[in-house]
């Protein structure tokens, strides 16, 4: 039997339009029907499909400009399906304060994967979040399960190529 998951790529295609079409139409005429309604697709999809913000905004009478500045306000929200893996670089403050930025404006560079994207490998995943419970010994990143600290940029490839399942 075939999973969600396994479908054919035109079949996933059709379906993925059908869920955030019919989602849209079933919560467009509600007040405050935004939320929920990007809540559904990305519980029945894994996320919101970049793609298809502008079905969503037509539904609402929004721009896709205003959908976007929704789904990118909400740190749950995802635009690109999940990986098995994650990577997570602690942007807080107290990280901030010992150095995140650099990781954070380098990650690109040294990983080749943009934030809240999938690597072309779709191995795993690059995220910000807002503090790991290390402060004291920032810059904090998560691999998976594992917190590290006092992360510099140029050690971060090789830390990332140990911490990563194959
Ligand atoms: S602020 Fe980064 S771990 Fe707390």
């Given amino acids: ?20 079409e019919q989602t849209a139409a079933k919560h467009a005429a509600s007040q405050g029907g935004l939320l929920p309604c990007l809540h559904e697709i990305q519980s029945e999809l894994g996320y919101i499909p970049n793609t298809h913000l502008e079905n969503i905004a037509t539904a609402f009478s ?23 893996q994650s990577i997570q670089i602690c942007c807080a403050e107290a990280c901030q304060a010992s150095g995140s930025r650099e990781l954070e404006a380098g990650v690109a560079d040294v990983l080749g994967v943009e934030f809240d994207e999938t690597h072309p490998t779709d191995n795993y995943r690059l995220e910000r979040v807002y503090c790991l419970g290390n402060c004291a010994c920032g810059p904090s990143v998560r691999i998976n399960d594992e917190v590290y600290g006092r992360v510099e940029l140029a050690s971060l490839p090789q830390l990332v190529t140990e911490a990563l399942q194959p």
């Fill in 62 to 84: 929004l721009s896709t400009a205003e959908v976007h500045g929704v789904v990118s306000f909400y740190h749950d929200f995802r635009t690109s399906p999940s990986a098995p």
């Fill in 1 to 20: 039997m075939l999973s969600k998951h396994s479908l054919p790529v035109k079949a996933m295609k059709v379906s993925l339009e059908k869920t955030v």
